[in-house]
């Protein structure tokens, strides 16, 4: 999903990976000095105008017809490599094809060797608490999953929020904290909550989404939402903010 902005199948996709080499003149802005692995995918698509690269990474833009994507995949990407502090370039004219390349930096010996760990802090450590996680995009609930899974959390996770609410109903006390998207289909993250309130008030109620305004904070809030959280997001950010709400009473 994350390349259908390549409107166009025809032609070939190719990928390929090599070492670059990234100095203070670089003209990617988001790189810092140093050594990365590139990988590069290119096809021999439509291409796209200067109207739609201006907005690829931006969450819920999409070319994809009404009802057959989020438009999530391509910010999701960014914010990803932008965690790992990579970048993500793109080229495309019409009629010319597309090429994004992604930037991963390059492991060094010594520097991983003295980084901190790579399990989150003790601190920010779950004990076990089970957590429903809801999103209609199942890599997205695969990603969560295994993140907080990784932090010594158990997690359920569903891609439609009917059978999550039919997993509540069963037992309303089985979790002990509901991660939900905003945008699906089917239901809102905000009817997801309402209903959840009505089952066990207690349970806390984290809400995920690209597009946070002021309004839908106030909606949440009435909905017994605790906390938000902006997609797309890190590691780091979703464990401390996990841990802050299991917490917070």
Same mark, same amino acid.
């Given at each position: 999903?994350?390349?259908?902005?390549?409107?166009?199948?025809?032609?070939?996709?190719?990928?390929?990976?090599?070492?670059?080499?990234?100095?203070?003149?670089?003209?990617?802005?988001? !790189?810092?000095?140093?050594?990365?692995?590139? &990988?590069?995918?290119?096809?021999? %698509?439509?291409?796209?105008?200067?109207?739609?690269?201006?907005?690829?990474?931006?969450?819920?833009?999409?070319?994809?017809?009404?009802?057959?994507?989020?438009?999530? %995949?391509?910010?999701?990407?960014?914010?990803? !490599?932008?965690?790992?502090? %990579?970048?993500?370039?793109?080229?495309?004219?019409?009629?010319? +094809?597309?090429?994004?390349?992604?930037?991963?930096?390059?492991?060094?010996?010594?520097?991983?060797?003295?980084?901190?760990?790579?399990?989150?802090?003790?601190?920010?450590? +779950?004990?076990?608490?089970?957590?429903?996680?809801?999103?209609? $995009?199942?890599?997205?609930?695969?990603? +969560?999953?295994?993140?907080?899974?990784?932090?010594?959390?158990?997690?359920?996770?569903?891609?439609?929020?009917?059978?999550? &609410?039919?997993? !509540?109903?069963?037992?309303?006390?089985?979790?002990? !904290?509901?991660?939900?998207?905003?945008?699906?289909?089917?239901?809102?993250?905000?009817?997801?909550?309402? $209903?959840?309130?009505?089952?066990?008030?207690?349970?806390?109620?984290? &809400?995920?989404? %690209?597009?946070?305004?002021?309004?839908?904070?106030?909606?949440?809030?009435?909905?017994?939402?605790?906390?938000?959280?902006?997609?797309?997001?890190?590691?780091?950010?979703?464990?401390?903010?996990?841990?802050?709400?299991?917490?917070?009473?």
């Amino acid at each position: 999903n994350a390349w259908h902005a390549m409107e166009g199948h025809s032609g070939q996709i190719t990928i390929g990976v090599d070492d670059v080499s990234v100095g203070t003149t670089s003209a990617h802005a988001d !790189l810092r000095p140093g050594r990365y692995a590139r &990988l590069t995918i290119r096809d021999t %698509g439509n291409g796209m105008d200067a109207s739609t690269l201006e907005r690829i990474f931006d969450p819920f833009f999409t070319t994809k017809t009404v009802g057959t994507g989020t438009g999530l %995949g391509l910010s999701v990407v960014h914010g990803i !490599l932008k965690t790992l502090q %990579g970048a993500i370039t793109v080229d495309s004219q019409p009629g010319m +094809g597309t090429t994004f390349a992604l930037y991963f930096p390059a492991a060094e010996g010594e520097r991983q060797a003295e980084s901190a760990p790579t399990r989150p802090a003790q601190a920010q450590r +779950g004990q076990g608490q089970k957590i429903l996680y809801v999103d209609d $995009e199942p890599s997205l609930v695969a990603v +969560g999953k295994r993140l907080l899974e990784r932090r010594g959390y158990h997690v359920t996770g569903f891609t439609r929020p009917a059978d999550a &609410l039919t997993a !509540l109903r069963a037992d309303p006390r089985a979790f002990d !904290l509901v991660l939900t998207d905003y945008n699906m289909a089917g239901a809102s993250g905000i009817d997801v909550a309402r $209903e959840i309130r009505t089952l066990r008030p207690s349970l806390p109620v984290m &809400l995920l989404s %690209g597009f946070i305004t002021d309004e839908l904070r106030e909606e949440a809030t009435a909905a017994g939402i605790r906390q938000m959280l902006h997609k797309p997001f890190g590691d780091a950010d979703l464990g401390e903010s996990v841990h802050r709400l299991l917490h917070s009473e």
